[in-house]
């Protein structure tokens, strides 16, 4: 009977890492996020403004924003 209290006991350790590391994965993207956050702050207005309308570009040209104004004629 004591192995399947040890091994209960260990399981649930075991549940215990993996929730943490879990709860440390979530501050991780969250630290990643606020990190960007911060950078852009950095940024006078004039290249934070810059930067925006450089990815805003390249985002419509990959289709990951609709176009401005309709579709533009290739070529």
């Given at each position: 009977?004591?192995?399947?209290?040890?091994?209960?006991?260990?399981?649930?350790?075991?549940?215990?890492?993996?929730?943490?590391?879990?709860?440390?994965?979530?501050?991780k993207r969250?630290?990643?996020?606020?990190?960007?956050i911060i950078r852009i702050?950095?940024?006078?207005?004039?290249?934070?403004?810059?930067?925006?309308?450089?990815?805003?570009?390249?985002?419509?040209?990959?289709?990951?924003?609709?176009?401005?104004?309709?579709?533009?004629?290739?070529?």
């Open positions: 009977m004591a192995e399947r209290s040890s091994g209960g006991i260990a399981a649930e350790r075991l549940k215990s890492f993996i929730e943490r590391i879990e709860r440390l994965e979530e501050e969250a630290l990643k996020t606020m990190r960007q702050r950095r940024l006078d207005e004039q290249d934070r403004d810059e930067q925006e309308a450089l990815l805003d570009t390249y985002m419509r040209a990959l289709g990951m924003l609709p176009q401005r104004g309709g579709r533009r004629a290739a070529g």
